[in-house]
């Protein structure tokens, strides 16, 4: 596995938190290096309450993994995804620790189905709201300058707008397509982003777990999942979550036995 200890840790507060901070990450980072993982994670997970970045994601799922917790890594490096999808060393070690767990995922398995979900995930959602905010504004000043030069007053005042002669008009309502279609993309793909996003995501945190047919111990089991298994939450009853897998198994877990990315 790919490991990052010098990396530079944004902390989001300030004075003497921030001090006290840098000096967790500090000696977490020493204890890692120097094999002791335990003392690592828990001094990583101390600032992962207050800091929200992927170099910390990536430390978080590599102590994670080293103290024998796979699922916990697979939560620590899907969280730094959202945040850097194109994290070349999240994706691997990502893809390093579902291969040595037990379910085996069969989403995106053939070659153009991870095509696409490579390309759904290459934007943060972020960079997809700045997009799109970019291709409305564009979008909007054209119209409001087209529509502008259209209204009887302003053509009036000719010589105040000589530089848009008949050519360069042309070449402003050309950029009203594209603009459009722009934003149209682009707002497309956020709303889809956001909608998928405000679906809880989880992974099984113990070794294995039996889903059963309603919420409680005493129901039928269904099948069982391992640690690191990825699932979605479709909705929760008195401690239990109804958990749906990517091949179409449904059943209910002990919410303690899941983390919710």
């Keep these: ?127 997809l709201l700045v997009l799109t905010s970019l291709f409305w504004f564009l979008f909007l000043g054209v119209a409001a300058s087209l529509y502008w030069l259209d209204v009887p007053m302003t053509r009036s005042l000719g010589v105040l707008f000589s530089f848009l002669e008949a050519p360069r008009r042309e070449k402003l309502a050309a950029l009203l397509v594209p603009a459009a279609l722009g934003l149209v993309f682009f707002a497309g793909w956020t709303g889809t982003r956001i909608h998928d996003e405000t679906i809880p995501r989880a992974v099984v945190v113990e070794k294995e777990v039996k889903a059963t047919s309603g919420p409680g111990a005493d129901a039928t089991v269904v099948f069982a999942v391992h640690e690191g298994t990825k699932l979605t939450v479709l909705r929760r009853s008195d401690r239990w979550a109804q958990v749906s897998l990517a091949n179409g198994y449904s059943g209910w877990l002990p919410e303690d036995a899941i983390e919710e990315i």
């Design 1 to 127: 596995m790919k490991n990052i200890l010098s990396l530079l840790l944004v902390v989001a507060v300030a004075g003497s938190a921030a001090a006290q901070d840098v000096e967790i990450f500090r000696k977490a980072n020493e204890a890692y290096k120097a094999g002791d993982y335990e003392t690592a994670l828990q001094g990583y997970r101390k600032l992962a309450g207050g800091v929200s970045n992927p170099s910390l994601f990536l430390n978080l799922g590599n102590a994670a993994f080293k103290t024998g917790h796979p699922g916990w890594a697979v939560v620590y490096y899907e969280r730094g995804l959202r945040l850097e999808p194109r994290s070349p060393d999240l994706t691997a070690n990502l893809e390093f620790v579902r291969e040595r767990i037990v379910d085996k995922s069969t989403e995106g398995t053939d070659w153009f189905s991870a095509l696409v979900a490579g390309t759904y995930r290459y934007l943060s959602l972020k960079e």
